[in-house]
């Protein structure tokens, strides 16, 4: 029932407002990865000449097959970003919603779903 | 999904008349019952993941304010529901945000997360225990104050409840003990009175986090790895930011020279001339990081394959594998004058008593730090939290394989080559007895995180998919607390399942300090509301049983 009245209201934002929206939480979606992600996931090299340890671990996952970083994925679906927010993945702990609300959740998956990082791009956060 | 649990001793009824009580009281937002939001105050590190045996929260409450933790601590004590405050809530390899005792209702004090003071002319900070060292490092850039903090290795963790852990850092004596360095509480006790110790006990003055005793005995110690109240604000001294930082490693060619070198480490840190020192040794594997970093070491593992070596066979070992036994870093803190001339001084002195030795400037750095030299550097030994120690879970460094988590095991021994030996040589053989490979030798290196004593020790890996190997991960966990505490060497903090064990060998005349204790907690927390178990310290109505959950 709740999925049914969800795409009903989803069908009744036209599509250009439904963008900014995104647009908009990605833009805080952004601030909100450096916040609480960045520490792990962001690119930049670490001691050693590493990379921080979210990113080698993928790096060691993927083997470059995606990129490492998680703002250079484009193949990130929001639920699955969602998901490892709240269960964590191997050494990754899950985030409280005191630390991290539902909302602030979504923000966060919308900036690093496909195709958001873009829209937070184009919406001024460069 | 986890199992509903319920406190001891209390009623399904009576849970769900409190839980209607604290949603009034904190708003129904913030009171977390149903088994998904449950989930996040797991401990994804445990031994004991989705066994009967983890430890589970029956509720998770979040105040936002000081009174509104002083409410729920009230109707707490109306219904018997006990109560486990958490900080942060990233007390990883500890707990994380689990409670000591299944079915305890976990008070998560995250959104008390005001800096109320930062001062850089007097050099403390007054924050909430909410506040991570991400946020009060953020908030010393933002205002642009010349303070370093002190951080634990991991950032998301905070001032507060590390340091109420006996949690530690990585710069100078004085600030890495968190606890040593706090001035000043404000606690919830466990009838809901809101007290305030040293001088914020005199309402007229300003000394609350300079003159940390006040008059009188002083209480502060009871909130330290222990359950008498729930601390809402704390004081920590900061140190002054320095103009510069300098390491230098020392280099000391035979394993005798071990004594030698611990003197002159001692000398120089506690006259207060060096930061954090790291030893390590040449002649054998990091054990930091699941001892399983690197190739293997062939011509050790023989060294070690049929027992703890002599001290004749350590020594040829050294003198077939060449160069120096020891590597010792020291780090200087203060202007460019002054720490060259502590390096300077540390090279005459220690050259003057060992012969052979050689030394090795390390990195000089204006302060602070550029954006190239942090990429370089283990920034907590600069103030700066991170979150760089997670690289010993990174699949490289096991084998290819993630790891879920891990479990630290550090011991607490004396500052002297025979205290170290003896350590390393405890550690080893309980490694052998559980029919694990040892990864400890007569070259595993102490850490150093409090001035007057080493710690040795090393990560268990957990898993969540594998409750066989957590079952051996946790006899060896179990193990090794054992013969280290028999040994003399006690852990200078405990995950929730070992705090009551590790509790029980602090037997002088007959458990009188336990006893002790157990007479504050019941004069203090009649209803035994407040995290019954921490450290092995139960309420009377509790202490039979141990509290299984109900």
């Keep these: ?126 | 999904l986890s199992k509903t649990v319920l406190p001891p001793d209390v009623s399904a009824a009576s849970f769900a008349a409190a839980l209607e009580q604290f949603e009034r009281a904190i708003g129904a937002e913030w009171v977390f019952s149903n088994s998904e939001d449950l989930e996040l105050y797991r401990d994804p590190y445990s031994f004991f993941w989705d066994t009967p045996d983890e430890r589970l929260a029956s509720a998770a409450l979040a105040p936002a304010t000081v009174a509104e933790v002083q409410k729920i601590v009230r109707i707490a004590n109306q219904y018997k529901t006990p109560l486990y405050p958490i900080s942060t809530g990233r007390n990883l390899t500890y707990g994380t945000a689990a409670p000591v005792m299944g079915g305890s209702i976990v008070v998560d004090l995250k959104r008390l997360n005001k800096i109320i003071t930062v001062d850089d002319k007097r050099h403390y900070a007054l924050v909430e225990p909410g506040v991570s060292y991400f946020d009060l490092y953020r908030y010393i850039q933002d205002h642009g104050l010349k303070v370093w903090i002190d951080c634990a290795e991991a950032g998301w963790g905070g001032p507060v409840g590390n340091a109420l852990d006996h949690g530690v850092g990585l710069t100078t004596a004085p600030y890495r003990d968190h606890f040593g360095a706090h001035c000043g509480m404000e606690v919830v006790l466990p009838d809901g009175e809101l007290m305030r110790t040293g001088m914020g006990a005199m309402p007229n003055g300003e000394l609350w986090q300079e003159f940390k005793y006040g008059q009188g005995p002083w209480v502060d110690g009871l909130f330290g790895q222990g359950n008498f109240g729930i601390v809402t604000k704390m004081g920590f001294w900061l140190m002054p930011q320095p103009e510069a930082q300098f390491s230098g490693r020392v280099y000391f060619p035979r394993y005798s020279d071990l004594q030698a070198l611990i003197e002159h480490l001692d000398y120089l840190e506690n006259l207060g001339l060096i930061g954090y020192p790291s030893l390590d040794s040449p002649m054998g594997a990091e054990t930091l990081g699941f001892g399983q970093a690197g190739q293997a070491d062939r011509p050790l593992e023989e060294l070690m394959a049929h027992g703890w070596p002599s001290r004749d066979r350590i020594e040829a070992f050294c003198d077939d594998r060449g160069g120096p036994v020891w590597r010792l870093t020291l780090r200087f803190y203060g202007s460019e004058e002054t720490v060259k001339a502590g390096w300077a001084y540390a090279r005459r002195r220690i050259a003057g008593s060992v012969t052979g030795v050689t030394f090795e400037d390390g990195n000089f750095y204006h302060l602070p730090l550029t954006a190239e030299e942090r990429q370089k550097e283990h920034l907590a030994h600069f103030g700066i939290p991170s979150l760089q120690l997670f690289k010993i879970v990174e699949p490289d460094l096991n084998n290819g394989e993630p790891l879920d988590g891990h479990a630290d095991f550090w011991a607490v021994l004396p500052r002297s080559a025979a205290g170290l030996l003896e350590g390393q040589r405890v550690i080893f053989e309980t490694q052998r007895r559980m029919g694990v490979k040892p990864t400890f030798n007569p070259f595993s290196c102490p850490q150093m995180f409090y001035a007057r004593s080493f710690n040795l020790g090393y990560s268990l890996a957990t898993f969540r998919s594998d409750p066989e190997a957590n079952k051996k991960g946790l006899a060896l966990y179990n193990a090794l607390v054992v013969a280290c505490a028999e040994a003399g060497f006690p852990q200078y903090r405990s995950n929730i399942y070992t705090q009551e064990l590790a509790a029980s060998f602090y037997s002088f005349n007959g458990h009188s300090l336990q006893r002790f204790r157990e007479v504050l907690k019941d004069a203090a927390d009649p209803n035994g509301i407040m995290a019954p178990g921490r450290y092995g310290i139960w309420p009377k109505r509790l202490r039979a049983s141990k509290a299984e959950p109900g």
């Design chain 1, 1 to 126: 029932m709740r999925i049914v009245l969800a795409i009903a209201l989803c069908c009744l934002i036209p599509p250009a407002q439904a963008a900014a929206a995104n647009s908009a939480a990605a833009v805080r979606g952004r601030e909100l990865f450096e916040h609480w992600c960045s520490a792990c996931h962001a690119p930049e090299p670490t001691e050693d000449g590493r990379y921080l340890p979210g990113t080698n671990t993928l790096q060691n996952r993927y083997k470059g097959r995606v990129p490492a970083a998680l703002e250079q994925r484009t193949d990130l679906t929001e639920a699955y970003i969602e998901a490892v927010i709240r269960s964590g993945l191997h050494a990754m702990p899950r985030f409280r919603k005191t630390e991290i609300s539902d909302r602030q959740m979504h923000d966060i998956a919308a900036y690093l779903a496909k195709g958001a990082q873009g829209a937070a791009r184009s919406d001024g956060a460069t």
